[in-house]
């Protein structure tokens, strides 16, 4: 079964930088776009980021434009998201997802996406 693994959370201060990573298995992860989502407490849960299956299309919501950077590593089947200059506003539960469909060219949407992990927790103190 398909299977995604956050991890790299943790506290930062604001201005500092977290790399976030997901690691995949049970897909074949080279033709699969990739989606990063974020979660604060009380709120819904947000688009971040998505790349497409071959890392040509890629984007961002508004509010991380420029800030962070969604990559991914086929050979490692791991997608990242490099969270720099972090706000406390980025203070959130952040999950990665994938579609069930292959080759698609990514999504805002959470019904763009069919599988989640279950979220690595990011702290950002002001």
């Known amino acids: 079964q398909v299977q995604l693994v956050e991890s790299g959370g943790g506290l930062v201060q604001a201005g500092g930088s977290l790399r976030l990573s997901c690691a995949a298995s049970?897909?074949?992860?080279?033709?699969?776009?990739m989606g990063w989502f974020r979660q604060a407490p009380g709120k819904e849960r947000e688009f971040v980021a998505a790349?497409?299956?071959?890392?040509?299309?890629?984007y961002y919501a508004d509010s991380v434009k420029g800030r962070f950077t969604i990559s991914r590593d086929n050979t490692k089947n791991t997608v990242y998201l490099q969270m720099n200059s972090l706000k406390s506003e980025d203070t959130a539960d952040y999950y990665c997802?994938?579609?069930?469909?292959?080759?698609?060219?990514?999504?805002?949407?959470?019904?763009?996406?069919?599988?989640w992990g279950q979220g690595t927790q990011v702290t950002v103190s002001s």
């Open positions: 997802a994938a579609p069930i469909r292959k080759y698609t060219a990514g999504s805002s949407l959470m019904s763009g996406y069919d599988y």
């Open positions: 049970g897909l074949t992860f080279s033709s699969y776009a």
């Open positions: 790349i497409s299956w071959r890392g040509i299309n890629i």
